[in-house]
C-alpha cells in the first residue's frame, strides 16, 4: 500500500545504479499488495484525489506484475471465516439499511462500556498477571479500537491490571510563544495531538509499547515498532525490540520535542518533549495493519470511517474462535449490537484488477 513516489523511487534508483534505460534498471520486480485494506491518507485531498494519488494510477502501474490475492492466508486453515473476510474487504458482503450484520459468534453482546470493556479485556488477556513469564503471548494479543482516545482509555485500564510497581513520566510542553507559556500550561497537558504521547505516561517493567516516530531505522526503530520496557532511569527508558529483524537487540529509548502538524485542527502551536512511545495493549486499527495475532478483541465505539478499516480488524486473527467484537449501539439500542459500517471504496479495487 505504498505510495507511487516510493515506487517511482526506486525505479530511478535501479536506473542509476545499472546504468540502463529499461524500468527498474531491467531487473525483474514482483509487486503484491492488498487494496481491501487501508489506503495511504492524502492530506486535505478529495476521495478522487486520494484514488488518483493511489498505486494503480501511477505511471508505472502497466509494468507490474501483480499478484491477485484470492484468499486470505492468515485465515487459510479457517476457510468459512477466511471467504467472509474476503466478502467485507471486497464489500460484497449483504448489507442492512447500509450496514453488514457481523456473525453471531464474533459478537459479545453490549451491556454499557464499562461492563463490555471488561467482557472484552478478560477474553484477549485471560491470563495478564501470568504473561511476563511469556512476552511473546502477550505481544500476540491485542485489543483494536478505531480511535487514539478509546486506546489511551483502554491501554489506561491494562496497565493498571498488569502487575508491578508504575512509575509515571510527564511531558515538558511550551508554548511557540513564550509570552504565553504560564497561562496555556495546563491546556497544553490536556491535549494529545495525532501522533503524540501523552502527556502523563504511565509505565511498568515487561508491559508493551509501541514507537510513535522513526529514530533510527536502520538499527529497527521505527513508527510501529513494538517493545518491551526492561529498565527505567529519570530521562531515559531501557527497551527491547521484540518485533522484526532486530528482535531482541536492547535500546535506549530518550525523550524527543513532538510538534502538531500544520494542517492540525484546532491546536495552537507548541512543542511536546516526552518519550516517543505509547502503550500497546491496545493499538489502532491503522496501525496493525500486516500483523497476525493469536488473540483480536474488536472494540467499536463507533464504526469505523475509513476504506478497509473493518476488513484489517477482522482479518489479524487467523480464526474466528480468536476473534471477539463488541460493537456499541447507535442511539443506545442494545438489540442492535451486531450491524456496523463497512467502507469500501469499490472504484479501488475495479482499479487494481485492470490489467
Not at 55 to 84: C, G, H
Not at 196 to 217: G, M, V
Not at 284 to 299: A, E, H, P, R, W
Not at 320 to 331: D, K, Q, T
Request: hydrophobic letters at 35%; aromatic letters at 8%.
Amino acid at each position: 500500500m505504498s505510495n507511487k513516489e516510493a515506487i517511482e523511487a526506486l525505479n530511478y534508483m535501479l536506473k542509476d545504479i545499472n546504468n540502463s534505460t529499461l524500468p527498474f534498471g531491467g531487473k525483474v520486480i514482483v509487486f503484491g499488495g492488498d487494496f481491501r485494506q487501508v489506503l495511504p491518507v492524502v492530506p486535505k485531498g478529495t476521495r478522487e484525489q486520494m484514488i488518483n494519488a493511489s498505486l494503480v494510477k501511477s505511471e508505472l502501474w502497466p509494468l507490474f506484475t501483480k499478484i491477485t490475492l484470492t484468499d486470505n492466508m492468515r485465515a487459510k486453515q479457517d476457510p468459512l471465516f477466511s471467504n467472509y473476510l474476503l466478502n467485507i474487504g471486497n464489500g460484497t458482503e449483504p448489507t442492512i439499511d447500509g450496514k453488514i450484520q457481523l456473525l453471531s459468534s464474533m459478537i459479545l453482546p453490549y451491556e454499557d462500556d464499562d461492563t463490555s470493556l471488561n467482557n472484552l479485556i478478560d477474553f484477549v488477556f485471560p491470563d495478564i498477571n501470568n504473561y511476563t513469564e511469556n512476552m511473546n503471548t502477550i505481544l500476540n494479543r491485542v485489543i483494536l479500537t478505531p480511535k487514539n482516545e478509546y486506546v489511551d482509555h483502554i491501554n489506561k485500564i491494562l496497565i493498571n491490571r498488569f502487575s508491578g510497581n508504575s512509575i509515571k513520566y510527564y511531558s515538558f510542553d511550551e508554548t511557540v510563544d513564550k509570552n504565553e507559556q504560564g497561562v496555556q500550561e495546563d491546556f497544553m497537558n490536556s491535549l494529545t495531538p495525532s501522533g503524540f504521547p501523552a502527556h502523563e505516561l504511565t509505565l511498568k517493567l515487561n508491559c508493551p509499547i509501541i514507537l510513535l516516530r522513526n529514530i533510527n531505522t536502520s538499527e529497527g526503530l521505527c513508527n510501529g515498532t513494538r517493545l518491551i520496557c526492561r529498565q527505567f532511569g529519570s530521562n531515559i527508558i531501557d527497551a527491547e525490540i521484540v518485533t522484526g529483524d532486530h528482535c531482541g537487540k536492547r535500546i535506549f529509548l530518550p525523550r524527543i520535542p513532538f510538534t502538531p502538524l500544520e494542517n492540525e485542527k484546532n491546536i495552537f502551536p507548541f512543542k511536546r518533549t516526552q518519550f516517543p512511545i505509547r502503550l500497546s495493549f491496545a493499538m489502532t486499527i491503522n496501525k496493525v495493519q500486516g500483523q497476525t495475532l493469536d488473540s483480536v478483541g474488536v472494540f467499536l465505539p463507533e464504526p469505523v470511517f475509513s476504506h478497509g478499516q473493518l476488513y484489517v480488524a477482522l482479518s489479524r486473527a487467523k480464526t474466528l474462535s480468536a476473534l471477539r467484537v463488541i460493537i456499541r449501539p447507535p442511539s443506545g439500542n442494545e438489540a442492535d449490537n451486531n450491524h456496523t459500517l463497512n467502507i469500501v471504496y469499490e472504484e479501488i479495487l475495479l482499479l487494481s484488477n485492470t490489467i
